[in-house]
């Protein structure tokens, strides 16, 4: 059974109450066309679970593959300096096709960042040693593809299909439940 | 993972009887073998003597599951070479199924065609799965004397991960440094 090795801290991308029941962590790639799915059913479970539930999201761009991924990881972190964390994270998924750096650009010039420090963080690849951070959390915690989900601090080998993962995610609850 | 912290093989029992011979373990010297990894080339083990290797038995290219754990470690690649490990693919494949497989994926290291005898060198590993012809997803690491440190197999539909192989290699590297 593989375990988280690092825990959920503060300065992880998080939605929902840091005391939620349940937290889910979700190892991605913004190309990787699964966790483009995942992404959909993802926000139904949020909008069913609502306060009960804690995403966390953290980067696990498969390069080699993928070859916008980290780019797209880049430009993620990049708004997320500006708080448009979450505007990008959707944006990257919902047009995984239009991953280019003029696409990514435009996404960030509909959040109204400053695009001249978006660009500037870009170029420089800012953020790169936090996504290899994460990208290493996750090889020592068993994420063994994309996309790899924890429960809990434990690894989901499961479907993330929405029946399975909610329910997953429902006995994860009852079972921390006094 | 259970597998990075299992000295012994962590197959299944009822999984055995599909398996020829048993899994080579921890001490036991890595038997030497060479394959061809490109139409005009071969790869033998012991030309790797004086580092570690990580020996990643899966069974065929192309599927899924095979695809991702290759993926991985090609990602990973960075965090082996610190060690100084070489990574060798195995599978029961012809040579210019690998050859398709590692463009298409952009691999960064050479995989070997166990395919005449078929299986033979997954044998010698004790790996080999009977009943339908190609390796199990099993890894070894073996030091830089050609020792096998650790081994593991998964269950057929499991990606493994790349932890397990870094606990070991970090083990290696432990020892190395603590003298004989």
Known sequence: ?178 | MTTAIQKESSLPRETRPALVGSVLQPGTLAPDFTLQTTPDQTVSLRDFLGRPVVLVFYPADWSPVCGDQLSLYNEVLTEFKKHKAEVLGISVDGIWCHLAFEKDRKLRFPLLSDFEPKGDVARKYGVFRQSSGVAERALFVIDSEGTIRWSTVSPIGVNPGADGILTALEELSVRKQAGP
């Not at chain 1, 800012?126 to 020592?140: A, Q, T, W, Y």
């Open chain 1, 1 to 178: 059974m593989s375990k988280l090795t690092v825990p959920v801290r503060p300065q992880d991308h998080l939605i929902g109450p840091t005391n939620a029941p349940v937290t889910l962590v979700e190892y991605g790639d913004f190309e990787c066309p699964y966790c483009g799915q995942a992404h959909y059913i993802l926000q139904e479970i949020l909008e069913k679970m609502g306060s009960e539930l804690l995403f966390v999201f953290r980067h696990f761009p498969l390069t080699q593959v993928h070859p916008h991924a980290e780019a797209a990881a880049l430009a993620a972190e990049a708004a997320g300096v500006q708080g448009r964390f979450w505007e990008m994270h959707d944006a990257l998924f919902e047009n995984q096709r239009a991953l280019e750096d003029l696409e990514i650009l435009d996404y960030a010039d509909s959040f109204d960042l400053d695009l001249g420090q978006f660009e500037e963080d870009m170029r420089k690849a800012r953020h790169l040693p936090r996504i290899k951070e994460d990208f290493m959390s996750g090889v020592r915690s068993g994420v063994n593809g994309t996309p790899t989900f924890f429960i809990n601090g434990v690894r989901h080998d499961g479907s993330y299909d929405f029946p399975v993962l909610t329910r997953a995610l429902r006995d994860a609850a009852m079972a921390r439940a006094p």
